[in-house]
């Protein structure tokens, strides 16, 4: 018999992907040129997320043409940008965003991968930068992204990526100088979860992450694990 309910209207993410070397699935390919994989990968993660996603194509590694995407991704709730925030030549992200007026909260975290991460704000929108590898963007999405998003579309509280602890199937050896989210697949054994780590080649490595169900989150130490060793995943 209620006339009325509370709700939330659902957030809007604008997603612009950067770089020259970048083309669209179904175009032709320039020598030296990669597939756009992570525009894909973020629209259909940012609607996972109870979001609503518009892709506003690929900007140039020139301040003109990020200008020009930026100027449209800041009409929706959040704008997520992949690639040119780290500390090459042409990562002009940042620098652009700054120029447009939005005000950086953050740049780089002690993560890996995804040192590089954007966070800034303007007109209480948020502004998010990944980097442009795809292993990167993937582990700052679940980490900071997609509870942002959440908690916009009124989950309260908003849902933060759950970890627990599984037995190791092998040996493993790390070392790291960051906190590192490290590619493991799990698999039932005898009715119990084991983790397998997975042969990673680092943030660029997208074909390994295709195998992955989980991440291993390693300390930033040199660590010597045996099987049956508990390490703490964060399943995807």
Known sequence: GKSSACCYQRPTCAVVATGDELSEPGEPRKPGQIR??????????????????????????????????FKKGLQYDVLLVTGGVSAGKVDLVPRVLEQMGVQQVFHKVSLKPGKPLYFGTWNQKLIFGLPGNPVSGLVNFHLFVQPALRKLAGQNPPWLPAAFKVPLAVPFRHKADRPTYYPVKLTLQGGYWQAHPLPWKGSGDLRTLTQATSFAILPPVEIQLLAGDEVEVLVL
Do not use: M, P, W
């Open 36 to 69: 756009n994989s992570n525009a894909s990968l973020l629209i259909s993660l940012v609607q996972k997320a109870f979001a609503h996603a518009c892709y506003l194509g690929i900007a140039h590694d020139q301040a003109e043409s990020l200008r020009t995407k």
